[in-house]
């Protein structure tokens, strides 16, 4: 363990060194890049100055036990070897996680769409308790949430919602709500009391750096069109929406959130940008799924993976199967118990497929 954490140490030295050099400050993507990387490495450093101080306890401990002519010193060393024997192998296997090679994917900021999908206006209320739910977690992270585009359902929440979260490891958390979440309750339409099942399908994309996908322009329909949503008397009245569609993929992005048309362009360019680089990820995530066999992000849209119980007050992840009797603080934005259990199982498979490496 410590010859591969004195590997980790030279390239945190030759990181911290790289950061200060006024080229790398001046190149602005290598700069984000390492400083990226410095974070991490430094959280290993601080594990393996952790690992060494109970390495050197241990040998010191064995030493006096070994010696024996202090009985008193004996009785204080059992003890401290005791602690570092309990300690050592906790540390290797949170080290042996870190040391578990990090998707640069993770670190992007994240585009998140909603879409209501079976049980009609109670899909578009859950559609809209889900946004609420995302909305309060984002909040509670300190991370950014803006809204692109969105349609209502006609008895409230909505059909479609579409928005953008901006801060630290933002796709490396959210990427684990990807998938068909489903709700049974009593809708409020409901006369006779029945339980309902309700469905919304949940797509969680990388939100794609210019430098990530190159668009042509001569490969982009652009529509201009009058807003619909809330914005006072611009709406309706001047076309200030935008709706991109890429031709050879016909993919379709569209932003009616600003009152500018050039920012409302700005952001469906983004939206259209992270789409074309999704379509790849997704590939590549399905090939990485089928060989470790992962049920955690197998890049399956279409799988069921969360089921919200209101009767029972209970919510059930699949995938892992997790189930939680803490119903109304998880639609309340409390979520990251489950994301925390994902990204270990995730984790632990990914440490089995690379045992020999790690």
């Known amino acids: 363990m ?7 140490k030279q390239r ?42 109970l390495t050197d306890n241990l040998s010191e401990a064995e030493e006096i036990i070994s ?12 003890m401290q070897y005791d602690e570092a024997k309990e300690g050592i192998p906790k540390l290797e296997e949170e080290i042996k996680l870190l040391l578990i090679p990090k998707d640069p994917e ?69 990427k684990f709500e990807a998938g068909v979440h489903r709700v049974q309750r009593v809708p409020q339409t409901e006369t006779q009391g029945r339980v309902h099942t309700s469905a919304a399908t949940v797509m969680v994309f990388p939100e794609a ?6 668009i042509d322009p001569k490969d982009v329909r652009i529509d201009y069109f009058c807003s619909s949503g809330p914005g006072g008397q611009s709406v309706n009245t001047t076309y200030s929406a935008v709706r991109l569609t890429h031709i050879p993929t016909g993919l379709v992005a569209q932003c009616q959130d600003q009152k500018s048309q050039h920012k409302n362009k700005e952001k469906a360019f983004r939206v259209l ?23 955690v992000s197998s890049g399956d849209r279409s799988a069921k993976i969360r089921t919200y119980n209101y009767p029972q007050g209970r919510v059930t992840d699949h995938r892992i199967g997790l189930t939680l009797y803490d119903l109304q603080n998880i639609v309340n934005g409390d979520i990251q118990k489950i994301i925390d259990e994902l990204q270990l199982a995730e984790n632990t498979e990914k440490l089995k497929a690379g045992d020999d490496t790690i």
Do not use: H
């Open 106 to 174: 993770d670190a992007k900021n994240a585009v998140v769409e909603l879409r209501a999908g079976t049980g009609g206006d109670e899909a578009s209320i859950f559609a809209g308790d889900l946004f609420r739910m995302y909305t309060k977690y984002c909040e509670g992270k300190g991370w950014n949430v803006s809204t692109v585009d969105f349609s209502e359902g006609t008895n409230g929440g909505f059909k479609e919602i579409q928005f953008e979260v901006s801060g630290d490891d933002v796709y490396g958390t959210l």
């Open 67 to 78: 010696d024996g002519s202090d009985p008193e010193m004996v009785e204080m060393a059992k």
């Open 2 to 8: 410590l010859e591969k954490l004195q590997i980790v």
């Open 12 to 53: 945190f030295d030759e990181v911290s060194d790289l950061i200060i050099q006024p080229d790398i400050i001046s190149d602005q993507k290598r700069y984000i890049e390492l400083n990226r990387e410095y974070k991490d490495l430094r959280i290993l450093m601080e594990k393996r100055e952790q690992y060494i101080s």
């Open 209 to 214: 750096e210019e430098f990530d996908v190159e």
């Open 273 to 295: 940008r992270s789409r074309l680089y999704d379509m790849e990820l997704a590939k590549k995530q399905e090939e990485d799924a089928a060989k470790r066999g992962s049920m």
